[in-house]
């Protein structure tokens, strides 16, 4: 394995250049970018060229490596596959953000600019705790879950393995979203999303999808 302060961003999309930014902030080299896109070839994002695809990534040299990749599903089997293969996934923390010394945050975790993470939160592998969005204190981020920007977990909260809030919802205090359960933007639930269910509105309700 490589060592030092180097890792592979995978994924080139739009967040990329998030990541990017944030790991070289945080002390990071970012070496190059990876994503299965067929229209990545070629591609720079931020100063940081495509080199190949994810698997090309996977084959090769064991290496430190963060995901760019929103899709809930897509990273918790990128996290499969590159566990197996034996590379590293790096905790990584934008500097601009504020997390407490007492959180734990899990390999893969993504915190970024502006977030807060309170006092003995837990955030899970590959989770992302996108820009100014707030956990609380005790609160509970599963494996591959997602806040989007300006999302609100309240203390207590719970968001079950691959659970997803939209930008500007909120989870009330003691809530608990369900495995792969989804909470539309600036939806507000106070206590349960459903399991696999999408809910909507303020207070937030399921609806058909």
Not at 29 to 36: E, I, M, P, Q
Not at 179 to 196: D, H, I, M, P, Q
């Amino acid at each position: 394995m490589k060592t030092g302060k180097q890792i592979a961003v995978l994924g080139a999309g739009g967040f990329s250049a998030e990541v990017v930014d944030a790991a070289e902030l945080a002390g990071w080299t970012v070496t190059a970018l990876y994503d299965d896109d067929e229209t990545a070839e070629g591609r720079v994002v931020m100063g940081r060229m495509w080199l190949g695809t994810i698997s090309d990534f996977a084959q090769g040299e064991k290496a430190a490596y963060i995901l760019a990749i929103g899709n809930n599903e897509a990273r918790q089997r990128l996290d499969t596959q590159l566990t197996i293969a034996g590379h590293v996934a790096i905790v990584l923390i934008d500097p601009r953000s504020n997390v407490s010394r007492s959180a734990v945050i899990s390999p893969g975790a993504y915190v970024a600019a502006g977030a807060f993470v309170g006092p003995q939160a837990k955030i899970g592998r590959h989770a992302i705790v996108n820009v100014s969005a707030s956990i609380g204190h005790d609160a509970i981020l599963a494996d591959w879950t997602q806040v989007c920007p300006g999302a609100r977990v309240s203390g207590f909260g719970v968001l079950a393995e691959g659970a997803f809030m939209g930008s500007n919802a909120v989870l009330g205090p003691h809530g608990v979203m369900g495995e792969w359960s989804k909470l539309g933007a600036a939806s507000f639930a106070n206590r349960t999303v459903a399991a696999r269910s999408l809910a909507v509105g303020v207070p937030a309700r399921s609806v058909t999808i």
